[in-house]
C-alpha cells in the first residue's frame, strides 16, 4: 500500500534519511521508533510529498508520488503531528472540517461526521466550539485526529502523538488510539522515540539511526535478537529498572 | 462627516460654468494680487472664481499654468525671462509677450511695481549725505553695508553691482535679511539691500536708492494667463487690466505686505481694504468662512488619505504576498520600495508635476508610494513568518492556493498586516499636509498658507487638525481590528496563546 525503495534525503551535508526501504501493508501498524535526529519524521515528510527525495522512489498503491500524483496520494492520508498543528483561530470544528470544506461538503454532511468522529475518539460535543487555546492537550489531539480522519482516509501517519501530553493524557488517549486503529482497519505508520509506545501499538517496529534502518521486526524480535549492538542500547536505556517493576 | 464629504464632492462636480482658476505662488506678495484679483474676477461674474493659491515657487505654478490647471497668476517680468523662456536678453512687456504667445499665454500690463533687489539707507544720512542714486555712494566710500548673504553671492547682487557702478565700501559684510532692517535703523551699519515691496519699507523713514544706471534686472509685476481665458472671459480680462495696470505702485504694494506680515491682518482683508470694499471690519464672516473652510479642509484631507490608503493597501497587499512567496524577487522588490522612501516627499511631489500635473492626482499618486511600504513590509513580514507545520497541514489537506490564502495565510497573519495598515493611515495623514504644495488640498492648505506668512496661528489651525485626525484614525483602526483579525489572534492580557 505504502513503500519506500531505497530512498535517501538529504539537507546540505547532513544526511537525514539514508537508503531507506519500507513497506505499509493494508489494516497493519508500522513503528518507526528511533531518537530525535534518527531520520523517522523525515519518512512521514516524504511520504507526504511535503518533501522530495533525493533519490529513490515512495509508493502509494503501487503509483510513484510525484509533483502530479502528489494529490490523489494525500487523499488516502490522514496526518497528525505531536502538537496537533491545529489553526488557532479557528474553532475545534473548523480545524476537523476544514478538508471536507476544501472538498465543497454540503453542511449537513459534515455536521453528521464531525459528530460521529468526535464521538468515536471521544470527544465532547460541546468542546468543538472552543478554540484551540481553550482546550486541554489531550482534547487538541483528539481535534487533530478527527481532522485527519475527516475525509477517511486509508492510510493515518501519526507523528509522535502523544509526545506532549502528560502521563494520564498519554495513557487514555493511547487506549483509543488503539481501538479507534482496531474498529476502522487503518494501515497505521506511527513515528516515536518510546520504545514503551511502540510496544503498545505496534506489530512491527522499524529502528532508525542516523538515517539509517537498523533492525526491522516485533518487539520480541529487537529484544531477544537485535541485529546490532545499537539495538540492545535503545532498549535498555529506556527499560524501567527491573526494583520498579517488581513493586509495581 | 460622510455628508459633508459627499455635499463638497458634488459641488466640485457640478457648475457647468467653466471657473477662473487664480494661482498664486507661496509668498504673501503672490497671495496678495492673487487674492485681489479673484475678488475683481467675482466681481465681475462672468464665471466663478477657484483659488488655488500656494503653488509652491515658478517651477510648479508655471508648470501648472503651461498644463492648463490654473488660468492665470502673479509673475514678474524678470522671471518670465530668465526663468521661464531661459533668455535674459528679452527685458521689455512687448518682447516678452511675442515670445510667450506661441505657448498660447499672454502677459497683462504691468500692474505698476517692481518686486526687485535694491539698497536703502536712513533719511538722516541720505539728507547729510546727498544720497539718492545708487552712483552717490560712489562720493562715500567710508559707509558701512549689511548684506543678505544670497546678495552678496549672486552675479546679480553685490558683485555685478560693485563691478557696474566701480564702488568701494569700506566695511561690507553678511547678515540674515530679518536682521538688516534693525541694523539700518540702529544705526549700526548705513547701508542694507532691501527688496523694493518689502513690507517693512512702508513702516520705517528709509530711502531707496534709484538704480540709475540700470544694473538691476527689472522685476515688474505682471499678470501671466492662458491665451483662452481673455478669449473665454473677455470682460473678466479686460476688468483686471483695467483696474490693476499701473494701478499697484511700489509704496503700495509695500503697505499691503505690512498690512498681512506685520499688522496680520488676512489677505481677504487686505485685499478688499486695497478694492475699497466694506466688509473686512466685521470679523463675524471671517470667522465663519474659517469655520466653513475646516469642514472643507478637512473633508479633502480625509478623501486624500482615504482614497491613497485604499489604493495603497489594494497595491501594497499583492506585492507582499508575492515578496513572501518569492524570495528573490521579493527582496528586489523591498529594496526598490525602500528605496522609494528616502525620496523627500517635497522631492517626490514636485516629480509627479509633469507626469500628471497639479491637484488632487498627484499628490494621491504620491501619498500611495510613501503609503506601500508598511504595508508590503508586514504583509510580507506576516506571510513569510508562519508557522511551517501549519501551511504543511494545509498543503497535506489538499488546500488550494486560493483556500490556502484567504482560510490560513491572510487570517493568521492579520495582525502583523493591520500594524502595518495602521502605520501607513497615521503617517499618511501626516504626509498629506505636503499635498498643500501642490494644490492637493487639505490641512495642509494652512499650513502652506501660515508658513508663507511666517504666521504660527494658521500654522497650528492646520496642524493640529492633522494631529486630532491621527489620533481618531488609529481609534477607527483599532476598532476595525476587531473585525477583521479573528478573536484567539488578538493581543488581550492575561491570557495564554
Known amino acids: 500500500m505504502i513503500a519506500l525503495r531505497d530512498v535517501t534525503k538529504t539537507f546540505g551535508a547532513r544526511v537525514a534519511v539514508d537508503h531507506v526501504s519500507l513497506a505499509l501493508e493494508p489494516g497493519t501498524t508500522r513503528i518507526l521508533l528511533g531518537s530525535s535526529g534518527s531520520g523517522k519524521s523525515t519518512i512521514l515528510r516524504l511520504v507526504l510529498g511535503l518533501l522530495a527525495p533525493d533519490t529513490g522512489e515512495i509508493l502509494v498503491d503501487d503509483v510513484v508520488v510525484s509533483r502530479g500524483t502528489r494529490r490523489d496520494a494525500l487523499r488516502r492520508m490522514g496526518y497528525v503531528v505531536q502538537e496537533g498543528a491545529l489553526y488557532p483561530h479557528m474553532t475545534a470544528a473548523e480545524n476537523a472540517t476544514l478538508a471536507a470544506r476544501a472538498e465543497g461538503w454540503a453542511r449537513a454532511r459534515m455536521a453528521a461526521r464531525l459528530a460521529g468522529l468526535a464521538e468515536l475518539v471521544g470527544l465532547e460535543r460541546s468542546l468543538l466550539d472552543h478554540y484551540p487555546a481553550e482546550l486541554s492537550g489531550g482534547q487538541r489531539q483528539r481535534t487533530g485526529l478527527i481532522r485527519a480522519l475527516m475525509l477517511d482516509p486509508p492510510v493515518l501517519l501519526l507523528d509522535e502523538p502523544l509526545g506532549a501530553l502528560d502521563p494520564i493524557s498519554r495513557a487514555e488517549l493511547q487506549t483509543e488510539l488503539l481501538r479507534v486503529f482496531h474498529e476502522l482497519r487503518k494501515s497505521v505508520l506511527l513515528v516515536t522515540h518510546d520504545v514503551r509506545e511502540a510496544f503498545v501499538f505496534g506489530t512491527t517496529i522499524t529502528l532508525l539511526n542516523e538515517g539509517r534502518v537498523v533492525q526491522e521486526g516485533t518487539f520480541a524480535d529487537l529484544a531477544r535478537r537485535p541485529a546490532d549492538p545499537y539495538v540492545a542500547q535503545f532498549l535498555r536505556a529506556q527499560a524501567p529498572p527491573a526494583a520498579m517493576t517488581a513493586t509495581l | ?497
Open chain 2, 1 to 497: 462627516m460622510l455628508v459633508v464629504a459627499a455635499a463638497t464632492l458634488a459641488r466640485t462636480a457640478d457648475g457647468d460654468a467653466t471657473p477662473v482658476r487664480v494661482g498664486s505662488k507661496s509668498f504673501t506678495e503672490s497671495y496678495l494680487i492673487a487674492e485681489i484679483v479673484a475678488r475683481i474676477a467675482e466681481q465681475v461674474g462672468e464665471a466663478p472664481v477657484e483659488r488655488r493659491f500656494g503653488l509652491g515657487g515658478t517651477g510648479m505654478v508655471y508648470g501648472a499654468l503651461a498644463g492648463g490647471e490654473i488660468d492665470l497668476y502673479p509673475e514678474y517680468t524678470g522671471t518670465i525671462s530668465r526663468a521661464i523662456l531661459k533668455d535674459s536678453s528679452v527685458t521689455t512687456v512687448p518682447a516678452l509677450r511675442a515670445r510667450i504667445r506661441p505657448r498660447g499665454l499672454i502677459i497683462s500690463d504691468p500692474l505698476g511695481f517692481a518686486n526687485t533687489y535694491a539698497l536703502a539707507v536712513r533719511r538722516d544720512t541720505a539728507a547729510r549725505l546727498g544720497l539718492r542714486r545708487i552712483s552717490d555712494l560712489d562720493r562715500h566710500p567710508g559707509l558701512t553695508a549689511a548684506f543678505d548673504p544670497g546678495f552678496l553671492d549672486r552675479d546679480d547682487g553685490w558683485p555685478g553691482l560693485q563691478h557696474h557702478y566701480g564702488l568701494r565700501l569700506a566695511a561690507v559684510r553678511g547678515m540674515e535679511h530679518a536682521l538688516t532692517y534693525p541694523a539700518l535703523i540702529s544705526g549700526r551699519v548705513d547701508v542694507i539691500d532691501v527688496f523694493s515691496t518689502d513690507g517693512q519699507l512702508a513702516r520705517t523713514d528709509l530711502v531707496v536708492l534709484t538704480d540709475d544706471r540700470r544694473f538691476f534686472p527689472d522685476y515688474a509685476a505682471v499678470l501671466l494667463a492662458r491665451a483662452s481665458l481673455a478669449a473665454r472671459l473677455p470682460r473678466t480680462w479686460a476688468a483686471l487690466q483695467q483696474r490693476l495696470g499701473g494701478r499697484i505702485d511700489n509704496a503700495t504694494m509695500a503697505r499691503l505686505n505690512a498690512e498681512v506680515e506685520l499688522d496680520r491682518r488676512t489677505f481677504a482683508q487686505a485685499a478688499s481694504a486695497f478694492l475699497g470694499e466694506r466688509e473686512a471690519a466685521d470679523a463675524g464672516p471671517a470667522r465663519r468662512r474659517l469655520g466653513r473652510d475646516l469642514a472643507t479642509l478637512t473633508v479633502e484631507h480625509l478623501v486624500l488619505v482615504a482614497a491613497s490608503l485604499a489604493v495603497a493597501i489594494a497595491v501594497g497587499l499583492p506585492l507582499g504576498l508575492l515578496a513572501a512567496r518569492h524570495r528573490f524577487l521579493g527582496q528586489l522588490e523591498l529594496m526598490g520600495i525602500g528605496v522609494l522612501q528616502t525620496v523627500p516627499a517635497l522631492a517626490l511631489l514636485a516629480f509627479m508635476i509633469p507626469l500628471f500635473g497639479i491637484g488632487r492626482v498627484p499628490a494621491l499618486v504620491a501619498l500611495c508610494l510613501y503609503a506601500l511600504l508598511p504595508i508590503v513590509r508586514n504583509t510580507y513580514a506576516g506571510v513569510s513568518s508562519l508557522d511551517r507545520q501549519l501551511l504543511d497541514m494545509a498543503a497535506v489537506m489538499g488546500l488550494s492556493g486560493r483556500q490556502r490564502l484567504a482560510w490560513i495565510e491572510l487570517p493568521l497573519a492579520a495582525v502583523t498586516i493591520m500594524a502595518g495598515i495602521k502605520t501607513a493611515a497615521v503617517l499618511t495623514v501626516g504626509t498629506a499636509t505636503l499635498a498643500a504644495f501642490i494644490g492637493g488640498g487639505g490641512y495642509g492648505t494652512l499650513i502652506v498658507t501660515g508658513l508663507a506668512l511666517n504666521d504660527v496661528p494658521t500654522i497650528l489651525a492646520g496642524a493640529i487638525p492633522a494631529a486630532l485626525m491621527a489620533l481618531a484614525i488609529h481609534v477607527a483602526f483599532e476598532a476595525l481590528d476587531r473585525l477583521v483579525v479573528p478573536r484567539p489572534l488578538r493581543g488581550s492580557p492575561g491570557r495564554a496563546r
